[in-house]
């Protein structure tokens, strides 16, 4: 099929961009891995009752609105759907209930959003240990609450944010230990004039702290050496019970599409990841690809939706002045929030496993390093490191950090895995069937 604007991802900027082209009369196919519209932020939304609404918020209640809007606007809406590749000239492979099709584009949005970044400390794969933003996504999507003591370990908006939702949803929250230390609030000061125009975020993030505290939740900051034992996370000097450890260290942008299209990418020095080089507006080196929301840079849901609407506006030809300086505003809190909550568990420990797909751990990956793996495609090959499943998804930041840190160079020297489709599983009766249909999208 041949459209004027192909939008991978149903999040916040997926959905608006959708809406936004519709009403500028663009043909639209929208290809989401998801069953539902919503994003890891909206998730479940159409499904939340009352009760659940409350307990997630506003914020979380304000998605209700875009995602009606993107059910009636006039778009193909595809769920279910795993784009395994993109290539130049605006063309996406993806499967559909076992199917595999090829759809043309005038215009690719890439609105895939951002992953929760893994926090490979020692024992983060036993029983009772998952990230924050994972158990936000059970409460979201089953209204599961967990039971027994929590304790929230790490950095960052999303780790107050879901210890307060937990309290509300009954949950016996323990403990919050951050790892961020007075330095980084030094570092982020200079950021804080700016980001003054987001007082009511600020201020929101004042009132969960208050609110956990009013609640008797011990807080402890400046805290390293995290450990899961179990029942139990340690920390240097000290040691708290618990029955779900809950870890974050911020989130990445989902770069595996980006990559594979040979996006060229930029490192972030705060908050150590990748992400795809753009301008302001979300264009890229490549004409017919633009990134919208997370999948570009750490921003939130109102910031990923003005992006969608502005990539949708750049494809129909239209000014998004007005847009963009909504979109401005909404981007200033960032550098203060990426000054204040740098991942500080980035450097895994020798016995700490890294790439659960293949068992290796960071003493295997610095062993494979100090054996002549030179780079992270390097691991590849003298130890399976990013060749399981998840294609690196999950060890592919902390594989690079070893790197770096082994030889003595930056990690944006260093560089990353390489990407190459197919970037999703994909059968090969799937690809055997689509050789007639490569044939007709060719002709097009």
């Known amino acids: 099929m041949s459209v004027d604007l192909a939008i991978v991802g149903a999040g916040p900027a997926g959905m608006a961009a959708a809406v936004e082209a519709a009403e ?29 609404s409350a307990i997630l918020g506003d914020e979380y209640e304000a998605g209700r609105a875009l995602v009606e809007d993107f059910r009636s606007a006039r778009i193909d809406y595809r769920p279910n759907s795993a784009v395994w590749r993109l290539d130049a000239g605006a063309r996406i492979a993806c499967s559909r209930d076992g199917a595999a099709s090829t759809v043309v584009a005038g215009r690719v949005l890439i609105a895939t959003g951002a992953m929760e970044r893994p926090v490979p400390i020692p024992g983060a794969e036993r029983p009772g240990v998952m990230g924050a933003g994972a158990a936000q996504v059970l409460l979201k999507a089953s209204g599961l609450v967990p039971t027994g003591r929590v304790v929230l370990a790490g950095s960052g908006p999303l780790l107050l944010l879901v210890g307060c939702q937990l309290l509300d949803a009954g949950a016996e929250v323990a403990a919050v230990l951050e790892t961020t230390v007075g330095g980084d609030y030094l570092d982020a000061a200079p950021s804080l004039p700016r980001a003054l125009s987001g007082w009511r975020d600020l201020a929101r993030g004042v009132a969960m702290k208050r609110r956990l505290r009013r609640a008797g ?18 920390f240097d000097g ?26 060229r990418h930029r490192w972030h020095a705060e908050q150590r990841h990748w992400a795809p080089a753009v301008d302001s507006l979300g264009r890229t080196e490549e004409e017919t690809v633009l990134v919208a929301g997370d999948a570009g840079g750490i921003a939130g849901a109102r910031a990923a939706a003005l992006s969608g609407r502005i990539a949708a506006r750049l494809a129909a030809g239209a000014d998004p002045a007005r ?42 990956i610095r ?27 999950m060890c592919g930041l902390a594989a690079a ?14 560089g990353s895995f390489r990407i190459r489709p197919p970037i999703k599983p994909l059968t090969l009766g799937e690809l055997a069937a689509m050789e007639g249909e490569t044939a007709e999208a060719e002709a097009l």
């Open 24 to 52: 500028h009369g663009l043909s639209v196919v929208v290809l989401d891995d998801q069953p539902e519209p919503g994003g890891q932020i909206y998730r479940g939304i159409e499904r939340a009752g009352p009760g659940l």
């Open 217 to 234: 939740v011990e807080f402890r900051s400046g805290v390293s050496g995290l450990a899961a034992t179990g029942d139990a996370v340690r």
């Open 238 to 263: 000290g040691e708290i019970a618990c029955d779900l450890l809950l870890l974050h260290e911020g989130v990445a942008p989902q770069t595996h599409l980006s990559r594979q299209a040979g996006l």
């Open 323 to 364: 847009l963009a300086a909504a979109l401005d505003r909404e981007r200033a809190m960032r550098p203060l929030l990426d000054r204040l909550f740098r991942p500080h568990t980035v450097l895994p420990a020798d016995e700490a496993l890294v790439c659960r797909c293949e068992s290796l751990t960071g003493g295997d």
């Open 367 to 393: 062993q494979a390093v100090r054996d002549g793996a030179m780079g992270p495609n390097q691991l590849k090959a003298f130890a399976r490191a990013g060749m399981g499943p998840c294609q690196g998804r």
């Open 401 to 414: 950090e070893i790197v770096a840190d082994e030889r003595g160079l930056p990690v944006e020297e260093v």
